[in-house]
C-alpha cells in the first residue's frame, strides 16, 4: 500500500499556507526570507508528488531549476539585506519605509 | 498502518512542526534551524517519493549550502530578538474576516472541484523509483538549454552578491 499523492498535495498546501503567513507576519527581513524559501519548497513538494502521480520525470527537472533559482535569490538577497543593515543598522522592514505612501 | 503511512505521517508533522516553530521563533537563528528541519523531513519524503536524486540535492543544497548562508548572515549581522510593532488597522479588520472568507471558499472550491477529486481517487502510483540516469537523460537532451542557462544565472548571482555586498569606496 503506498500514501496517496493527495496527501502530499495537501502537506504541500499547509506548508505554502504557513509561509505565506510567516511572510506576512514577520518583522525580521532575514526570516522573511526563510518563509520565501519554505513556500518554495513546498512548491517543490507538490512538484514531485505531480511527477509520481503522472510518472514523468519533467517535475524532477523543473525541481532542479526551482533549486537552482532559489540558491542564487538566496545570494543576491541576503547581499541585499547586508547593504540595507549597512545603511539603516536596522533588520525590521518596518524601517525600510523611504517608498512608503 | 504500513511503513510507508508512518514514515509520511511523522515527516508530514515535523515538517508542520518546523514551519510553525519558524513563525512563533522570536530568534532568527531559532527560525533557521526550524527550517533545516523542514527540509529534511522533506528530503524523507521526496525518498518516499521515489526521487532519490533529488532528495539528495534537497539535504545537499538546501540544508547545506542555502542554510548555511543564511546562518552566516546571521551570525554577521548580529541578529537579535525581533521587535514586535503593531499592524495597520485596516489589516486588523478587513484582512482577517477576508483570510478566513478566502479559506472557506478555496475549501469549498477544492471539495466541489472535479479535477480535485480526480487527484484525490488517482493513486495508481507505481513503486518504482525514478533513476538518476533517466533524470540526467531528462536533463541533459531535452532540457539542456535551460541547464546551461542556469550556469549563467548563478554566474550572474554571484557577481550581483559580490557588487551588492561590498563596501563603497
Redesign the interface.
Known amino acids: 500500500m503506498i500514501v496517496p499523492v493527495s496527501y502530499y498535495l495537501v502537506l504541500s498546501a499547509i506548508l505554502f499556507g504557513l509561509g505565506v503567513v510567516a511572510f506576512v507576519f514577520k518583522r525580521n527581513v532575514i526570516t522573511i526570507f526563510m518563509s520565501i524559501e519554505l513556500m518554495l519548497n513546498a512548491v517543490n513538494l507538490a512538484f514531485v508528488a505531480f511527477a509520481r502521480a503522472h510518472n514523468q520525470l519533467d517535475g524532477l527537472v523543473f525541481v532542479f531549476f526551482v533549486i537552482v533559482v532559489a540558491a542564487a535569490e538566496a545570494a543576491v538577497g541576503l547581499a541585499i539585506v547586508i547593504t540595507l543593515v549597512r545603511n539603516r543598522e536596522s533588520l525590521n522592514v518596518e524601517r525600510v519605509n523611504l517608498l512608503k505612501f | 498502518m504500513?511503513i510507508?503511512?508512518i514514515l509520511?505521517f511523522v515527516c508530514?508533522l515535523l515538517?508542520?512542526a518546523g514551519?510553525?516553530m519558524?513563525?512563533l521563533a522570536r530568534e532568527?537563528i531559532h527560525?533557521?534551524l526550524a527550517?533545516v528541519l523542514?527540509?529534511m523531513s522533506?528530503a524523507v519524503?521526496?525518498l518516499?517519493?521515489?526521487?532519490e536524486?533529488?532528495a539528495a540535492?534537497?539535504i545537499i543544497?538546501?540544508a547545506g549550502?542555502?542554510m548555511v548562508?543564511?546562518v552566516f548572515?546571521?551570525m554577521?549581522?548580529n541578529?537579535g530578538v525581533?521587535?514586535?510593532?503593531d499592524f495597520s488597522k485596516i489589516a486588523k479588520y478587513a484582512g482577517l474576516p477576508l483570510a478566513f472568507f478566502l479559506l472557506l471558499w478555496i475549501g469549498h472550491w477544492l471539495a466541489h472541484a472535479p479535477a480535485g477529486a480526480v487527484?484525490?481517487n488517482?493513486?495508481s502510483?507505481?513503486?518504482v523509483a525514478?533513476s538518476t540516469v533517466?533524470?540526467s537523460k531528462?536533463?541533459f537532451r531535452p532540457?539542456l538549454f535551460?541547464f546551461e542557462a542556469?550556469s549563467i544565472?548563478?554566474l550572474?548571482?554571484?557577481l550581483?552578491?559580490?557588487v551588492?555586498?561590498r563596501k563603497e569606496e
Open positions: 504500513n510507508p503511512f509520511f508530514a515538517a508542520v514551519a510553525v519558524l513563525i532568527p527560525s533557521a527550517l523542514v527540509m522533506l519524503l521526496y518516499l517519493l521515489g526521487a536524486f533529488i540535492v534537497q543544497v538546501y549550502a542555502i548562508l543564511f548572515v546571521i554577521l549581522l541578529a525581533e521587535e514586535r510593532t487527484i484525490a488517482g493513486g502510483a507505481p513503486t525514478f533517466e533524470l531528462q536533463l532540457y535551460p542556469t544565472l548563478i550572474i548571482a554571484i550581483g552578491a559580490w551588492l555586498a
